[in-house]
């Protein structure tokens, strides 16, 4: 059992990555990266990606998975939800405050502050997609597996593409790596009792199918709300960006939040750290259904993240008894080689989408990733001086 200091570590280790993870969940994969790979040396490069790999799979947010893990394999069961608190908390807060008097975040200084930090979060991608490519895209076959998840998630949008096209890689690698020599680098093991994987899998199933029941039965605002939040955060392929469409089917159309306040939710979502999953507090908070707003907003952000945590003892326990299988080790090499594609699909998704084209931005990026590739300055430091030079020079 991990000890209190153990403990208080992990929280302000991931209370900082929490304040400074902007950029979605490519950007919260390479922090992560950052600090418990080439940092504190929790997992090696391939354990990490394995990791990453497996959450891809998963319904759910898979940078929080990710971190859910993380913790989990730091401290344990307690440690897992330390490490969900500390890492959601800034951007909940941030997001309940907002909720409260549903003002626009149109400050000059903020929108300049953002655009630094994102191009913090870009530089700090890129330098993790290096770093992962040289381990994941050796060979020729893994190079076309990484450019081709590259095109096709870059190519079209659907809700289930990303695990086509994990399951895809996985089912070339079984076929295209069958002469390789096999290792023993792509083992994970992140120890989960067969109680607290049991444990999961019941509660994952009495959520899918007696919130429905019962809020299908049930007169209260609160239930309604917290099976919506529940469905939605086990069923979501895809992310964040994917899981906007799902929640303003659910609660805009059903009348629980007005489509202003959605939109204005969701524009403050984009300018905070973390999760964009914590956008589920900020619905709770905003509700029409007579909740109180604070008690509205813990219901919904812990029912949208707490099949994450029941998906994830339940894959981590089962991925024990099967990793070693021959065939599953070649899928797993596909599979590595297509997240370094889809990762970087999504990095230019989120260039495109967040930086122009003026010199400033181009100089910025250059001068930032110089910095991240030097290894000089904590990641954290840089975060900040980014910000500030944002701030300078916008």
């Known amino acids: ?114 655009h630094g930090l994102k191009i913090a979060a870009i530089a700090i991608v890129i330098h993790a997609l290096w770093q992962m490519s040289k381990s994941f895209c050796q060979t020729k076959t893994s190079v076309l597996i990484m450019l081709g998840a590259t095109v096709i998630m870059t190519s079209y949008h659907s809700i289930w593409l990303q695990f086509l096209v994990i399951s895809l890689a996985g089912v070339i690698g079984v076929f295209a790596f069958k002469s390789h020599p096999q290792s023993a680098h792509n083992q994970l093991n992140i120890s989960i009792s067969a109680k607290a994987a049991h444990i999961s899998l019941t509660l994952l199933i009495i959520g899918l199918i007696a919130l429905p029941l019962l809020a299908a039965q049930s007169q209260s605002g609160l239930i309604q709300l917290v099976d919506s939040f529940f469905r939605i955060g086990a069923s979501v392929f895809g992310g964040g960006h994917v899981v906007l469409p799902m929640l303003e089917n659910e609660v805009v159309s059903s009348g629980w939040v007005n489509e202003q306040n959605f939109l204005a939710g969701y524009g403050a979502t984009q300018a905070v750290p973390g999760p964009i999953f914590t956008f589920s507090a900020f619905l709770g908070a905003v509700n029409e259904l007579g909740i109180t707003p604070l008690i509205g907003a813990i219901s919904c952000l812990i029912a949208i993240f707490l099949p994450s945590f029941l998906l994830v003892n339940i894959s981590l326990y089962y991925w024990q008894f099967c990793q070693e299988n021959r065939n599953l080790k070649n899928a797993l090499t596909g599979i590595n080689a297509a997240v370094v594609g889809l990762l970087l699909s999504y990095l230019y998704q989120f260039i495109s989408s967040s930086i122009t084209e003026n010199k400033q931005d181009i100089g910025l990026i250059v001068l930032i990733s110089l910095l991240v590739f030097s290894k000089k300055f904590p990641v954290w430091l840089i975060v900040i001086l980014c910000g500030g030079l944002a701030m300078w020079v916008y």
């Open 1 to 114: 059992m991990a000890s209190a200091h153990s403990y208080l570590s992990l929280f302000f280790c991931f209370l900082r990555l929490g304040c400074t993870a902007f950029g979605g969940p490519v950007a919260h994969i390479a922090y992560f990266r950052e600090e418990f790979v080439e940092k504190q040396k929790l997992l090696s490069e391939h354990e990490y990606t394995t990791l990453v790999s497996l959450c891809q799979f998963l319904p759910g947010p898979a940078s929080s998975q990710v971190g859910i893990a993380l913790g989990l394999n730091k401290a344990g069961q307690l440690g897992a939800i330390i490490a969900w608190f500390a890492f959601t908390l800034p951007s909940a807060i941030i997001l309940i405050l907002f909720a409260l008097s549903v003002q626009t975040l149109d400050s000059t200084l903020v929108d300049n502050l953002t």
